[in-house]
């Protein structure tokens, strides 16, 4: 599976960001996905991930009620919607995927990666 994000930029605090992945080369239904941030001198981290058929998703907490996930199974696409952005937002976004069923938080268990998309939030 082969994945291209992309929708990052320079945004305002309290602003918006729609970022997008589109996956190809593979089942895109048969893989969970996720979204993951890694800020500059830190640890890649979970952000968000959606099961499947899109039923179930678990975010971070510092995210949860401020970013949602979905995705789009007949275009092969999930896309995080990022809402009342904070300078603590600021980081590259990798969007990953996951075969099999359980949605998950850990970086470790995502097998194919996106090249990332760099996110900026001004003070």
């Known amino acids: 599976v082969q994945l291209q994000a992309s929708g990052g930029g320079l945004v305002q605090a309290g602003g918006s960001l729609r970022l997008s992945c589109a996956a190809s080369?593979?089942?895109?239904?048969?893989?969970?996905m996720g979204w993951f941030r890694q800020a500059p001198g830190k640890e890649r981290e979970f952000v968000a991930t959606?099961?499947?058929?899109?039923?179930?998703?678990n975010y971070a907490d510092s995210v949860k009620g401020r970013f949602t996930i979905s995705r789009d199974n007949a275009k092969n696409t999930v896309s995080l919607q990022m809402n009342s952005l904070k300078p603590g937002d600021t980081a590259v976004y990798y969007c990953?995927?996951?075969?099999?069923?359980?949605?998950?938080?850990?970086?470790?268990?995502?097998?194919?990666w996106g090249q990332g998309t760099l996110v900026t939030v001004s003070s």
């Open positions: 959606i099961s499947r058929g899109g039923g179930s998703t």
């Open positions: 080369g593979g089942a895109f239904i048969d893989h969970v």
């Open positions: 990953a995927a996951r075969w099999g069923v359980n949605i998950g938080f850990d970086v470790r268990k995502y097998d194919y």
